[in-house]
């Protein structure tokens, strides 16, 4: 089955709640317009990533502006929205936060970030997420993973036996470590035999400039769509059908040791 996919490769404003929502609306509706199944939204984008001062107040309480404004869209343009993460309040804490929003309008998935930066003290500001997420949209089987996380595969790993067909990663990567980026995608989406749809703010966060280079990627880690630095929607399509020939010519699944990190 053939899915549509835009990539909304977003530059977000450091602490400016309504430019970042009006954008990310434009951005979604603009998207819908070439008629694809999928949009996907970079990690916080409500906020950027991620602002030291005031985060609580900036934070959306409960997710409640963000559900809002993605089911609406979801629903008015019978479109998934994956919506990158948010900084949320719930209750004293604070998440960085996934929503999935099918195209009833409904919520498909919640997820919060597991992995937190500590280098950037995420893990000072943000508490971690429990469990790994999987859910479906329509047919198609999918898994989320924010950032840092693609460097963890043990977690990838257990969404891949989930039996999940595409991996969405979102970020704040930067451009320091671009390299790391491709080739950890890239890897994740080989040792899984998964399509992997990762997407990266640009512009700047703090001092740090943002690698874009948000990308599509097949089972065999083959590019089949790529952004630059710019803001732009990068758009390409997915076959699931690739994911059985892939599997067969090389069957990782039926060869693997069940247990070996127990060894």
Same mark, same amino acid.
């Given at each position: 089955?053939?899915?549509?996919?835009?990539?909304?490769?977003?530059?977000?404003?450091?602490?400016?709640?309504?430019?970042?929502?009006?954008?990310?609306?434009?951005? =979604?509706? $603009?998207?819908?317009?070439?008629?694809?199944?999928?949009?996907? !939204?970079?990690?916080?984008?409500?906020?950027? /990533? /991620?602002? $030291?001062?005031?985060?609580?107040?900036?934070?959306?309480?409960?997710?409640?502006?963000?559900?809002?404004?993605?089911?609406?869209?979801?629903? $008015?343009?019978?479109?998934?929205?994956?919506?990158?993460?948010?900084?949320?309040?719930?209750?004293?804490?604070?998440?960085?936060?996934?929503?999935?929003?099918?195209?009833?309008?409904?919520?498909?998935? #919640?997820?919060?970030?597991?992995?937190?930066?500590?280098?950037?003290?995420? &893990?000072?500001? /943000?508490?971690?997420?429990?469990?790994?997420?999987?859910?479906?949209?329509?047919?198609?089987?999918?898994?989320?993973?924010?950032?840092?996380?693609?460097?963890?595969?043990?977690?990838?790993?257990?969404?891949?036996?989930?039996?999940?067909?595409?991996? /969405?990663?979102?970020?704040?990567?930067?451009?320091?470590?671009?390299? &790391?980026?491709? =080739?950890?995608?890239?890897?994740?989406?080989?040792?899984?035999?998964?399509? #992997?749809?990762?997407?990266?703010?640009?512009?700047?966060?703090?001092?740090? =400039? !943002?690698?874009?280079?948000?990308?599509?990627?097949? *089972?065999?880690?083959?590019?089949?769509?790529?952004?630059?630095?710019?803001?732009?929607?990068?758009?390409?399509?997915?076959?699931?059908?690739?994911?059985?020939?892939?599997?067969? !010519?090389? *069957?990782?699944?039926?060869?693997?040791?069940?247990? =070996?990190?127990?060894?």
């Amino acid at each position: 089955m053939i899915y549509r996919i835009a990539l909304l490769q977003m530059n977000v404003v450091m602490s400016d709640f309504k430019t970042n929502f009006d954008k990310a609306k434009h951005l =979604i509706e $603009k998207a819908a317009q070439q008629k694809v199944d999928i949009v996907v !939204l970079p990690e916080m984008w409500n906020v950027g /990533f /991620f602002p $030291k001062e005031k985060l609580h107040n900036l934070a959306d309480y409960q997710g409640q502006h963000t559900l809002d404004l993605l089911t609406q869209l979801a629903k $008015k343009h019978q479109v998934h929205i994956i919506g990158g993460t948010v900084a949320v309040t719930d209750g004293k804490y604070l998440y960085n936060r996934a929503y999935c929003i099918n195209r009833s309008g409904e919520c498909a998935a #919640v997820y919060d970030k597991i992995h937190r930066f500590s280098p950037s003290g995420e &893990h000072k500001q /943000f508490e971690r997420g429990k469990n790994p997420v999987s859910f479906t949209l329509g047919n198609l089987r999918a898994g989320i993973a924010t950032c840092y996380d693609i460097r963890f595969p043990e977690l990838i790993r257990k969404l891949a036996l989930q039996h999940i067909d595409i991996l /969405f990663v979102v970020a704040a990567w930067p451009n320091l470590r671009k390299n &790391h980026w491709n =080739i950890l995608n890239r890897a994740r989406a080989i040792e899984n035999q998964i399509f #992997v749809c990762a997407v990266n703010q640009v512009g700047k966060s703090g001092e740090n =400039i !943002l690698a874009g280079n948000s990308m599509l990627l097949d *089972p065999l880690g083959n590019y089949i769509a790529q952004g630059t630095q710019q803001e732009e929607i990068i758009i390409g399509n997915i076959d699931t059908d690739q994911l059985n020939t892939v599997r067969q !010519l090389i *069957p990782v699944y039926e060869d693997r040791v069940k247990g =070996i990190d127990t060894l």
